[in-house]
């Protein structure tokens, strides 16, 4: 969790609610809100992803990035695990990898989930490094994720 979070101003720097769009994985199956949600399964394991420039998320030394989302599954999460995956790359080298801790006690089947993540800026390489922020599906079932969000934290 954020410290203090009246000590930091937010803004939104990616959203996705997969209405718009005429992506084979979105799908008007299921929806948490609206009418479509992005898909994943075997034949796309990745999400589309928020990235970012470190100069264009923030001046500041550092900044908390949450990132979330509402997803579906039907079958048990140790059946079909997926994560939600953040870090930072620096030319083609990825640094501070972080999965987002997502299992059975959090997301349960048959019901829409929401989860959420938060990530704290490592000390960057370049301010031209690029923050990346999207879901992986491990599994072969289905998954759908809708209103997919990801929030920069600066400080004051």
């Known amino acids: 969790m954020i410290p203090n979070v009246e000590r930091y101003s ?7 609610d997969y209405e718009d769009g005429n992506s084979q994985q979105y799908s008007d199956t299921l929806a948490y809100a609206g009418t479509r949600s992005l898909r994943l399964d075997s034949a796309c394991l990745f999400s589309n992803n928020v990235s970012c420039k470190y100069f264009q998320l923030t001046d500041k030394p550092y900044a908390w990035i949450k990132a979330s989302a509402w997803v579906y599954m039907p079958k048990e999460f140790d059946q079909n695990p997926f994560s939600m995956v953040v870090h930072f790359k620096y030319n083609e080298l990825n640094y501070k990898y972080r999965i987002a801790p997502v299992d059975g006690t959090i997301v349960k089947p048959l019901q829409w989930n929401y989860i959420k993540f938060y990530y704290l800026t490592p000390d960057i390489l370049s301010s031209k490094d690029e923050l990346l922020v999207y879901f992986w599906l491990r599994g072969t079932n289905p998954v759908w994720i809708d209103n ?9």
């Open 148 to 156: 997919f969000r990801v929030d920069v934290y600066e400080p004051l």
């Open 10 to 16: 937010k803004r939104t720097i990616g959203f996705f």
